[in-house]
């Protein structure tokens, strides 16, 4: 096989395991390797605990990357601050940049969140706001209570991290930001979405695209 010549790193969406991503490998120019984060709590480690730090989280991506070929960093929604926050911690170590920050259904990390906390209510009320939220959860999983009770841990555990954390002003990125929204996600204004131009000193993108919070799945090949 071929050397790479970029690296495609998949960051997934609060709950999310490297799935998600599975099928853009089919979509991918040649010489793309897609490299998809599979942290604590979901799927292949499912009988690991969820983080409940994301400084430590973004550590422990740090830490397992292969800088061998450049990289491109994607995430969407939860994971673009995931993205975000690890590439702050190469700056701080004084590691090699991305290539590219490229984020999607997430408003800038120095936007906060207008609506209230939902990670500490019960099970069916948290449930409830997620689904009414995001409208990420079929139907046919929520009505799997044994499957809930699987995936309810880490989905519960990274809305945490998302609704606790504290923007710290660190100073602008040296790395290219784009950034993509859904023209219907009711979660990320097109305002919100335009500030992440402040977080780079380089050149920054905004497309928007047809669907709601999760179009990035909905329009893939795109």
Known sequence: MDRPHRRLCCFPHAGAGASVFARWVEDLAP???LCILQLPGRETR???APWTDLHRMAEGVVDHLEFD???VFYGHSFGALVAFEAIHI???RGMGMPVALTVSGRRAPQCSDPESPICGLSEEDFLEQVGFRYGGIPAAV???RELMSLLLPALRADMGLTEGYEYIPRGPLDVPILAFGGQDDARVTEEELTAWGLETTRCFEKEIFPGGHFFHLEQRRR
């Open 31 to 33: 010489g793309v390797e």
């Open 46 to 48: 499912l009988r690991e």
């Open 69 to 71: 070929v450049p990289l």
């Open 90 to 92: 190469m700056r701080a």
């Open 142 to 144: 929520r009505q799997d």
